[in-house]
């Protein structure tokens, strides 16, 4: 089974800056050959895609709302993923989640925003961000 472990959350003013992370761990697993990503939720509002990280050529998928101020990177060596976030605005107060594809896939340039392909979650990370 593998799990995720999200980290980094905090509260922070607008235009700050916080850098989320998610380490995977066990037994046989590895985030090399799998798509992560990263989604937020809201109060109220729908799990939304952020970020994905593709294996292979190493492509990249970002939601219209956070590209240019998010940047998803991943380290296959220390198995984590990571979610650099800056400029941060109030609307960015959510539960960040982290979230691994199952089985060896890549992400789906069409759908990796639809939680409902990921099989891996962790339990999330608050970021508030105040003005």
């Known amino acids: 089974q593998l799990q995720l472990e999200e980290s980094g959350g905090g509260s922070v003013e607008v235009g700050g800056s916080l850098r989320l992370s998610c380490a995977a761990s066990g037994y046989g697993y590895s985030i090399s050959n799998r798509c992560m990503a990263w989604f937020r939720q809201a109060p109220g509002k729908e799990r939304e895609g952020l970020a994905a990280?593709?294996?292979?050529?190493?492509?990249?998928y970002y939601a219209s709302s956070v590209k240019g101020r998010f940047t998803i990177s991943r380290d296959n060596a220390k198995n984590t993923v990571y979610l650099q976030m800056n400029s941060l605005k109030p609307e960015d107060t959510a539960i960040f989640y982290c979230?691994?594809?199952?089985?060896?896939?890549?992400?789906?340039?069409?759908?990796?925003?639809?939680?409902?392909?990921?099989?891996?979650w962790g339990q999330g990370t608050q970021v508030t961000v105040s003005s």
């Open positions: 990280s593709s294996l292979g050529r190493g492509s990249t």
């Open positions: 979230a691994a594809l199952g089985g060896f896939n890549d992400c789906n340039p069409m759908s990796w925003g639809a939680h409902d392909a990921y099989t891996y």
